[in-house]
């Protein structure tokens, strides 16, 4: 049976670039591999056939002499090429799929060739610690000093978990890289190094104050600057705070995660600050001013109009919070909540029923709801 034209076989053209050509025999030797194909029997000589191709197109002067001649290029064993016969040989069959195991499988077998297992430093964890401040502190900013449990390098062999006198030495089994590879049939097979777990160095004198892992748990003081402005969610990271590396690697980042605890006078809501302020009926009526807080620890007087109604709004402006980054300070919003008074004697109740015949037409709001109201009761007999 004639032979397939190799550009067919992976489904490319022939001005394919090299990358093509691999992405191309990436997906057939997937499709076709036989260990997924059991039920398919032509599965491995497809498979045989890919190979067979990216073999030969891969190589820049292999794919010219097959542009021009075709298959009679590499007839009589011409080239270095294939075997006579059609398949490849053992041989040729790793060089082609080296190329592409790695990202064919290293998600599966923990990373590619080229990487160098854990490696013998590697850097620590991040840690994330949660801090409450109160939006006094988050107005002014504040020095905070925290405890953080960590893991710190080891004092006793500075991080290297051999004993003092002694250093790590380089694995024997793998070199140093932390994997071995193995041939199985078509496949070479990349495995974490069972002597040293892929770490590339191995201890003879362990330290014995860490166990040759190099930390120890230490619980650690820190000094932390809260900027003003903060707001709850703000994250702040401090470089090399974090978990120590492994076998003298950088340590890691600590990230500090600010909450703003609600306050018994004000309301935030970004940079603007919230009162509400209670101001008697009277003071509501007919005017008057009230004294409210603010944030900075001050007092600002307010002036009430006469007629204020309740969740009425005043404004001061430039004294809420700061801006985290600069950009100057927000407002502060004054909102009334007119009170009713209890607890009356019977002179106020004879004063205020003698001043409630006298207000009939002070109070538009109650004269218009009425007025809707009779309506309402019009349309309803009607």
Same mark, same amino acid.
């Given at each position: 049976?004639?032979?397939?034209?190799?550009?067919?076989?992976?489904?490319?053209?022939?001005?394919?670039?090299?990358?093509?050509?691999?992405?191309?025999?990436?997906?057939?030797?997937?499709?076709?591999?036989?260990?997924?194909?059991?039920?398919?029997?032509?599965?491995?000589?497809?498979?045989?056939?890919?190979?067979?191709?990216?073999?030969?197109?891969?190589?820049?002067?292999?794919?010219?002499?097959?542009?021009?001649?075709?298959?009679?290029?590499?007839?009589?064993?011409?080239?270095? %090429?294939?075997?006579?016969?059609?398949?490849?040989?053992?041989?040729?069959?790793?060089?082609?799929?080296?190329?592409?195991?790695?990202?064919?499988?290293?998600?599966?077998?923990?990373?590619?060739?080229?990487?160098?297992?854990?490696?013998?430093?590697?850097?620590?964890?991040?840690?994330?610690?949660?801090?409450?401040?109160?939006?006094?502190?988050?107005? !002014?900013?504040?020095?905070?000093?925290?405890?953080?449990?960590?893991?710190?390098?080891?004092?006793?062999?500075?991080?290297?978990?051999?004993?003092?006198?002694?250093?790590?030495?380089?694995?024997? !089994? &793998?070199?140093?890289?932390?994997?071995?590879?193995?041939?199985?049939?078509?496949?070479?097979?990349?495995?974490?190094?069972?002597?040293?777990?892929?770490?590339?160095?191995?201890?003879?004198?362990?330290?014995?104050?860490?166990?040759?892992?190099?930390?120890?748990?230490?619980?650690?003081?820190?000094?932390?600057?809260?900027?003003? %402005?903060?707001?709850?969610? !703000?994250?702040?990271?401090?470089?090399?705070?974090?978990?120590? /590396?492994?076998?003298?690697?950088?340590?890691?980042?600590?990230?500090?995660?600010?909450?703003?605890?609600?306050?018994?006078?004000?309301?935030?809501?970004? #940079?603007?600050?919230? &009162?509400?302020?209670?101001?008697?009926?009277?003071?509501?009526?007919?005017? /008057?001013?009230?004294?409210?807080? #603010?944030?900075?620890?001050?007092?600002?007087?307010?002036?009430?109009?006469?007629?204020?109604?309740?969740?009425?709004?005043?404004?001061?402006?430039?004294?809420?919070?700061?801006?985290?980054? /600069?950009?100057?300070?927000?407002?502060?919003?004054?909102?009334?909540?007119?009170? !009713?008074?209890?607890?009356?004697?019977?002179?106020?109740?004879?004063?205020?029923?003698?001043?409630?015949?006298?207000?009939?037409?002070?109070?538009?709001?109650?004269?218009?709801?009425?007025?809707?109201?009779?309506?309402?009761?019009?349309?309803?007999?009607?």
């Amino acid at each position: 049976m004639a032979k397939r034209d190799y550009y067919d076989v992976l489904g490319v053209g022939k001005n394919a670039s090299p990358e093509e050509l691999k992405k191309a025999y990436r997906t057939k030797a997937k499709e076709l591999h036989p260990d997924r194909n059991s039920d398919n029997p032509d599965a491995e000589s497809q498979f045989k056939e890919a190979n067979e191709a990216y073999e030969i197109l891969k190589d820049a002067e292999k794919k010219a002499a097959y542009d021009r001649f075709g298959h009679a290029a590499f007839e009589g064993g011409m080239g270095g %090429g294939p075997r006579p016969g059609g398949g490849p040989g053992q041989g040729d069959f790793a060089s082609a799929f080296s190329d592409v195991f790695e990202d064919l499988f290293g998600d599966f077998m923990g990373g590619g060739g080229q990487r160098s297992g854990r490696g013998r430093a590697s850097r620590g964890s991040d840690l994330r610690y949660n801090l409450r401040v109160d939006l006094e502190e988050a107005y !002014t900013g504040v020095q905070k000093a925290i405890s953080v449990p960590t893991s710190v390098s080891c004092s006793a062999c500075d991080g290297t978990g051999a004993e003092s006198g002694s250093e790590p030495q380089t694995c024997p !089994t &793998c070199s140093g890289i932390g994997k071995v590879r193995a041939q199985q049939g078509f496949f070479t097979v990349e495995r974490t190094c069972p002597t040293c777990s892929g770490i590339g160095q191995i201890i003879n004198n362990p330290c014995q104050s860490c166990g040759g892992v190099g930390r120890e748990h230490k619980e650690r003081s820190l000094s932390v600057n809260i900027p003003a %402005g903060v707001e709850t969610g !703000t994250r702040i990271r401090l470089a090399g705070e974090g978990e120590a /590396g492994m076998r003298g690697g950088p340590s890691g980042d600590l990230y500090i995660f600010i909450e703003v605890q609600e306050h018994e006078l004000f309301e935030r809501d970004g #940079t603007d600050l919230f &009162c509400r302020v209670p101001v008697a009926m009277t003071t509501a009526a007919i005017g /008057g001013d009230v004294e409210v807080p #603010t944030i900075d620890g001050g007092r600002s007087r307010v002036k009430v109009p006469a007629g204020s109604q309740s969740g009425r709004q005043m404004r001061l402006r430039n004294k809420g919070m700061p801006a985290l980054r /600069g950009g100057g300070a927000g407002d502060m919003f004054i909102e009334l909540a007119v009170e !009713t008074p209890v607890n009356l004697t019977a002179k106020q109740k004879e004063l205020l029923r003698e001043f409630e015949k006298l207000s009939e037409e002070n109070n538009p709001q109650l004269s218009k709801f009425f007025s809707k109201v009779k309506s309402f009761w019009d349309e309803m007999k009607s």
